[in-house]
């Protein structure tokens, strides 16, 4: 019988865990490890890697290397956000005709959906090669705070590599299910998730196997990759005050730097003192240069605190989405790679006034509950285990004058549904526009698009007498659906809809296709068929 997995899709590296019977256990990849590094390289002689060999190549072949890919998709090209990161990665981003982002590397153009698709991938063969069996539905967790796009193109990446998503749900919450199915505890929970690439904090009530998200927060760009930049950064000027060389300009080695910090500051977690060490970093008329630094934790932690308070203030942001204090917390769970820092567990430990729950791995625990919460779909376990998430975001339309309405309210738990009446300002008014925002401004402009619906084939009627009935929905994924009625004739309203971003069905359609045939080359070439 085929197994249904949890997959914790991560910005730099990803888990999957499936139930042995009424226990999460997590899958180890084809080396043997637990987690496996979220990178795609792309040899110069045609092969494509993933994973710990693809990790291996960043230095040598940094262009065609691809990591940190969660922090592009569901991005557009010319974001603010995109703009800060496209100058520090290696390898090329281009801007796609809706512009959405595209990356080049070996000779070929790829969406970030197909560059997430071959990591699912190779977490789904892992997982087939463990269970000895097929794997085609999963579980995939997303950072709570990924927007509508976001969470549409991970879905997306699945489809490419053919996995049925069971369900997407947030990481936090996956976490929360995993604990509480564990410790069987009630009560308050905070889930604070810093990972490589975003920070999520939710609060959550579990009582009597009910998990009840009050709110959650977040940002999409903080997390452990900043941390390694502050170090990047510093290094970078010091190599500059002393040989006036700017190493930002040179792709390899920047990556050995950028791997030399990581490790630095994993150390840092342990040691109080560690040493980064990069002989030959470059050459210059006097000979080869290297770099040799010793750095302490608190020279460390002064580069960084600031990172750590700013999680700190969206924390009080969530508390206060939920009409708590931190008194009302019961218990804090920390979640993600950056959570191991002395600094960060001692922070959150002085904000929330309690030490987190021990005994807890903040690698595994996300992909843990996806596992769990695919076997709960599959209606597979015994105890009554009922998730109720929120949206991390106001979802509304824009008014006259640039306004905003709202029209399901950020913390709203899913699946949401509200209806809303719309009629036409013209005689004999063919079609209504209606342009659907997600966030929380009050102007239009400064919240996300996230696609014009057209209501079309409106009977001719005098201005204000059509009724059409709107109805927004956020399925349990935290993905946008809307329909229409005229309630008139009852009948289904047609809508056309132009997505601000993303892939349109026959784009996602082709890509399919073409890694079906892809697939079907190399079985041809092993005379597998
Ligand atoms: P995740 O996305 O949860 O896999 O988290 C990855 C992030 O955690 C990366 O930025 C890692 O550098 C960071 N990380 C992993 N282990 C440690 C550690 N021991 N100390 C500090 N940061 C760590």
């Known amino acids: 019988m085929a197994e249904v997995i949890g997959i914790d899709l991560g910005t730099t590296y990803s888990c999957v865990a499936w139930m042995n019977g009424e226990t999460p256990v997590v899958i180890p990849n084809l080396e043997g490890n637990n987690t496996t590094p979220s990178v795609v390289s792309f040899t110069s002689g045609g092969q494509r890697l993933v994973g710990l060999p693809a990790l291996r190549q960043a230095v040598t072949n940094p262009e065609n290397t691809i990591y940190s890919v969660k922090r592009l998709i569901g991005k557009k090209f010319n974001s603010p956000e995109m703009e800060m990161i496209r100058k520090k990665l290696p390898y090329k981003l281009m801007e796609a005709p809706n512009g959405d982002i595209l990356i080049k590397a070996g000779n070929e153009i790829y969406t970030p959906q197909e560059i997430s698709a071959f990591i699912l991938s190779y977490l789904k063969e892992c997982a087939e090669n ?163 630094k010793r750095i302490n934790r608190s020279f460390l932690e002064n580069l960084t605190h600031d990172l750590v308070e700013r999680t700190l ?86 008014t006259e004058n640039g306004g905003f309405q709202k029209i399901i309210e950020r913390n709203t738990t899913i699946p949401a549904r509200k209806t809303m009446a719309f009629t036409t300002v013209e005689n004999n008014q063919r079609r209504v526009r209606i342009h659907v925002l997600q966030g929380e401004s009050e102007r239009a402009e400064m919240n996300k698009s996230l696609a014009t619906f057209d209501l079309v084939g409106i009977d001719p009627a005098p201005a204000g007498v059509p009724q059409i009935d709107v109805t927004f929905e956020i399925d349990a994924d935290g993905i946008l659906r809307v329909s229409a009625r005229d309630v008139g004739t009852g009948r289904e309203q047609k809508i056309e809809i132009k997505p601000a971003a993303g892939l349109l069905p026959e784009e996602l359609q082709e890509i399919i296709d073409r890694r079906k045939k892809e697939v079907k080359k190399t079985y041809d070439e092993e005379g597998l068929l």
């Open 130 to 292: 463990y269970l000895g069996t097929k794997v085609e539905e999963a579980v995939i967790t997303v950072p709570a705070y990924f927007n509508d796009h976001q969470r549409q193109a991970t879905k997306d990446a699945a489809a490419i590599c053919g996995l049925k998503v069971l369900r997407i749900i947030n990481e936090p919450t996956a976490a929360s299910l995993a604990y509480g199915f564990n410790t069987r505890k009630n009560g308050v929970v905070a889930i604070y998730d810093l990972g490589g690439g975003t920070f999520d904090i939710t609060v959550l009530e579990i009582h009597e196997g009910i998990f009840h998200v009050l709110s959650t927060s977040g940002d999409t760009f903080l997390g452990g990759d900043d941390f390694d930049n502050r170090l990047i950064s510093w290094l970078l000027e010091e190599f500059w005050r002393e040989h006036h060389i700017d190493l930002s300009q040179d792709k390899f080695a920047l990556q050995r730097i950028k791997e030399a910090v990581e490790k630095a500051k994993r150390e840092l977690s342990f040691t109080p003192e560690t040493e980064i060490n990069l002989p030959f970093i470059c050459s210059s008329d006097k000979g080869s240069l290297h770099i040799q």
């Open 313 to 398: 203030t969206i924390c009080q942001q969530a508390l206060n989405d939920a009409g708590l204090t931190t008194s009302r917390i019961d218990e804090v769970i920390l979640v993600g790679g950056q959570t191991r820092m002395p600094l960060v567990r001692q922070m959150v430990a002085d904000y929330f006034g309690r030490q987190p729950a021990a005994r807890i791995n903040p690698d595994e625990i996300v992909a843990m509950g996806a596992a769990l919460q695919a076997k709960i779909i599959k209606g597979s376990v015994d105890d009554l285990v009922l998730l109720l998430d929120v949206t991390p975001f106001s979802l509304g339309i824009e």
